[in-house]
Structure formats: C-alpha cells, structure tokens
C-alpha cells in the first residue's frame, strides 16, 4: 500500500463512525453540563448518576439563587425573581429531555438560547467553554438525537403509520 493511499483510507474509516454513536455521546456530555448546574440552583433533589447521589425530595429553589442572579448574573429585561426559577426549571426539563432524546431538537435550541444569553450577558470571556456546548447544542439541532432516542422511535412509528395509512 502507498503511502498516499493511508490518509484516504484512514479518512474512509473516520466517515464510518455512526452519528448515533455521536448524538449519544452529545446528548449525554451537554445533559450533564446544564443538568450540574441545574442542580446548584435548587435544594431537596440531588440526582447524580455519575457520583452515585440520589436524594429525591420536592425540589425548591435555594436561598442564594435570586440573588446570584441579582448580584452576579444582571439579566437585562428579566427581574431575577422571575429569572432564577426559569433558569432551574430550564436547566432540569431540557437536559432531560435531551438525555431522553424526546424533542431533542427543540430542547437543544432552547438550550444554545440559554448558551448565547449567558455568553453575551453574564459571562462574555468564557467563549471556549461555550463554544463547545454550541458546537455540540447546534449539532442536535441540525442532525437529531439518533436511533437511540424516543424521537427516533417515534418517527419510526409515525412513518410505518403513514405506510399503512397510503396502502390501505
């Protein structure tokens, strides 16, 4: 084999990685970023599948939070008692729903909503970090869940059901 041919034969195996395989891995790696952060904001709920804590109790927003969004996260538009609880609640369903892979792509642009609002208002000089949950929100948005996601069997059944539905 030429040497020449390697770089194109390497490429050609790289092509064959699934885009399931990467959606998992997406949906997985950004659900756990909003999701951690989620979890600072409220208090009698812990879920950490990672760390192995589970505390299940009627969630509540912690003491601090309005006012870290008060005093810290200044959102233009938005008082902070109003704020606060949209983040926690936003931060909880849309990872979930992501991890799920139910609405992934409603859930992922509502996510990267988030992502820009935090990156021009609150923190601007944190552009790499969220240039990655971009990367990764936007790929979701553009290319979906994968097979291994609720979507995916919904789609399924919904085009087996038109197939009936147009033969018979």
Do not use: C
């Amino acid at each position: 084999m030429k040497a020449a041919a390697l770089p194109k034969r390497a490429i050609a195996l790289l092509d064959r990685i699934p885009h399931g395989l990467i959606a998992l891995l997406g949906r997985f790696s950004i659900a756990a970023v909003f999701w951690k952060s989620g979890q600072t904001k409220v208090e009698g709920l812990a879920i950490d599948i990672v760390n192995g804590e589970f505390t299940l109790g009627l969630p509540r927003l912690s003491d601090s939070v309005v006012g870290l969004f008060r005093d810290e996260f200044r959102l233009p538009v938005i008082p902070p008692e109003i704020a606060a609880p949209m983040a926690a609640f936003a931060e909880h369903l849309f990872p979930l729903l992501i991890l799920v892979g139910l609405a992934t792509r409603f859930s992922a642009l509502a996510l990267l909503v988030m992502t820009a609002t935090i990156q021009v208002f609150v923190y601007p000089d944190a552009y790499p970090t969220h240039g990655v949950w971009a990367a990764v929100l936007l790929y979701l948005v553009a290319r979906g869940p994968g097979a291994l996601s609720i979507d995916h069997l919904i789609t399924r059944r919904t085009m087996a059901g038109l197939g009936d539905t147009a033969g018979g």
